[in-house]
């Protein structure tokens, strides 16, 4: 029997959310938001200033929102106000046949047969961090440093086929900047504060560079024609829309590229940081992760368990939001036409009605064909727009924290305890710092 383990956990709000108390807390600490009875109860409602807001925890009327009343539910106006001069154009916050054939046109670079002609990459990736690692100086490592330059390699590998055609600090330094720029703005804006009023706030110079940056890589690749194993962007290329039979506009494969690379690397890069923090809490979950090591990723059965495990206690799509087009009536929840609906990932998680010892990390909860199924478990989402690298993330996620634990033994740095906290993604505020002891040093 192991002993329970109780890992960090954020700190929720004390009370409902205010006007101020979002403006300050969306760029510290989004999950501040969130009061700390989300984990209690199924539906939370209220309202900040003109705007009405209810959070669900309820896996039924997520289902309804998610799923079969997707149309009633696009991406809400604060994230749409957030992203839309950066990926506007992109699969993200399109919906209907616009958001069809660009999700058909991806697919592919994403699939099962895909990854498997990745898969050498990513274990050549994972075996260049281990010597990394071996090579690092001083005793203890902040993880999420070098879990991001991997996932960014890889993600970069499967768009474009190379690793070092895109500068990730230029290109997270854009984004980051604009995006918390932007973020105050359409708070405001959603609160009320009328549209011209945000060009104070408009963050242009980062979108224009980040633009830049991926219009010069599919210009080279128009000019040098399609690799012969087809990645991303030449699945982009090649797209010819079902009912006019264009090509894809040029705009449309830039904010597609754009978001893939954002949403396909620091989600990636923090779960694993966050398994292998979660790994130094146990050094029996260790052991038999690493018997896995030499497994197809399929079959690295324990190995998915920490996983699935560490996406549902640190979900880093903490918090999903959508706008109602239309009234609706779920139960006895009434959401009225422009409601604001947050479909809060890590309170469901952690819900007191859905799972046992919420807050302990207890891998084998997962054991058991199918068990990751269930309602109250959604970290890449529910429904036609769910995740689309979901099936990437979990094999490269198998195959980096299987061999990072074939190569060394992992333990927290005395003292040091990770600050879970949301702004873009779910990470530690403090970096997440391990100790490394490679293994045939250990006997
Ligand atoms: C551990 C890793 C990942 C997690 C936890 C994650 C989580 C999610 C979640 C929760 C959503 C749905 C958001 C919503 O409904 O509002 C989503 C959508 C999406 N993800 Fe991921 N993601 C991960 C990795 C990736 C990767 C590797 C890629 C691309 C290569 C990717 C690309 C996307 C895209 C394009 C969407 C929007 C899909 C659509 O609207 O049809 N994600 N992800």
Redesign the pocket.
Known sequence: MRVPVHPAKSKLGQSAPTFWSVLQKIRHNGLEILPDQVVHAPVLSGRIAWQNWHMVMDPQIIHHI?DTHVQNYP?SDLIRRVLEPAIGQG??LSDGME?LWQ?HAAAPA?GRHHFAGLKPKIKERANALCNRLEHAKGPSINIYHESVSVTFDL?CR?LFSDIKVVDRDAMEHAFESYVSKSLGRAVLQTAGMPRWMGRVFSGAAPVTHMHDIIERLIHKRQADGPRDHPDMLDHLLAARHPKTGQVMPLETIRDNLI??MI??HD??AV?LAWALYLCSLDASVQDKIRQEAGLEPDAQTFTRQVIWET?RLY???AI?SRTARGDDQIGNLKIAKGDLVLLP?YALHRHRAYWDAPDEFHPERFAGEGAHKIPAYM???HG???????R??MGE?AILLSTVLSRFRVSLTSGHVPDPVVTLTLHSRNGIWLELIPCDKTG
Not at 384 to 390: K, Q, R, V
């Open positions: 998610t991406r699969m993200f958001w999700r994403l993600i499967v978001t893939f949403a396909g989600t990636t779960t996406l979900p880093p799509a999903s990932t970290p890449f989402g036609p727009h769910s995740c689309i690298g979901a990437l993330a996620l």
